[in-house]
């Protein structure tokens, strides 16, 4: 609200200005005073005039000093989603120089805070997760190149000894290979994609090489059903590694057999021998 609309700030500058007039025409009363009486009671009105003021001014200066006192709010932060619900570690939150929990209550001490909210430790937890990435990315690539024929590794390894790049020289197909082995998925995804597009159709070889190459891609995706597809075109083509794959796709998962625990006969309790019965004889004449 603008403080000079507002009623109480309205009501105070009257009153001052009542007081004002009071003490304007109390002065000249004064001054008109014809005997020793009226100038005592007009000096008497204008004291309980000043009094009047003087405590008006009081309790505004009390007010003004209470209303700046402020109350310290408490803070809350929430984050959505919860790190833990993605096995990150919950960020640290800083302030005043303390290290509170991430949901415990902030209370703002003054007008010149400041919250300082720390996410190393996330940073460190997905670099980790992204070396482990790239790991088994590069895992992947080199299992899916020793499947292929050894002249496809050999040529790679040459062009790397004579420190030529075969994505510099226009083969894509040996470009996508030298990608995924290296772990470079998305970068080999996309250059045998072009690479099958771009076969010649007398070369069914180095067509057959590519596609399997994106097979091999499909299967670290978890894209088994796409994986078939383009892996049946390529082992039609008469790519062995792609048969293999098929073959491994095909296959029943194993299931590890369960220790059968080993019977023992049920032990038969021994017989009691039982008591024998004498016969009575007939008694003889």
Not at 217 to 233: D, F, M, N, S, T
């Amino acid at each position: 609200m603008d403080p000079i609309s507002d009623p109480q700030t309205i009501l105070a500058a009257g009153a001052y200005g009542t007081a004002l007039l009071f003490f304007a025409y109390g002065a000249y009363a004064l001054l008109k005073t014809k005997n020793a009486e009226q100038n005592k009671n007009v000096r008497w009105y204008l004291g309980i005039g000043a009094a009047v003021v003087i405590a008006m001014i009081g309790f505004d200066t009390l007010k003004s000093w209470r209303s700046g006192e402020r109350v310290a709010p408490n803070v809350f932060l929430t984050f959505s989603p919860r790190f833990a619900a993605v096995d990150l570690p919950d960020p640290v939150v800083e302030y005043s120089g303390r290290t509170l929990a991430s949901n415990a209550p902030i209370k703002i001490a003054d007008n010149n805070s400041s919250i300082n909210i720390s996410v190393d430790s996330i940073i460190e937890k997905v670099k980790g997760l992204q070396q482990n990435n790239q790991q088994l990315q590069s895992a992947l690539g080199s299992a899916a190149l020793a499947s292929q024929p050894k002249e496809l590794a050999e040529q790679i390894a040459a062009a790397d000894s004579a420190g030529q790049d075969p994505c510099a020289g226009g083969d894509a197909t040996l470009c996508g290979w030298k990608q995924l082995s290296s772990g470079e998925l998305a970068s080999a995804q996309a250059t045998l994609t072009q690479a099958v597009k771009n076969a010649p159709a007398d070369d069914p070889k180095t067509k057959a090489t590519a596609l399997s190459g994106l097979g091999e891609i499909y299967v670290g995706q978890g894209k088994i059903e796409e994986a078939r597809v383009v892996l049946k075109r390529a082992a039609d083509l008469g790519n062995a590694g792609a048969k293999k794959r098929l073959d491994a796709l095909a296959a029943p998962p194993k299931i590890a057999p369960r220790p059968v625990a080993p019977v023992s006969a049920p032990v038969r309790p021994e017989l009691r021998e039982r008591p024998v019965r004498e016969g009575r004889r007939p008694p003889q004449d």
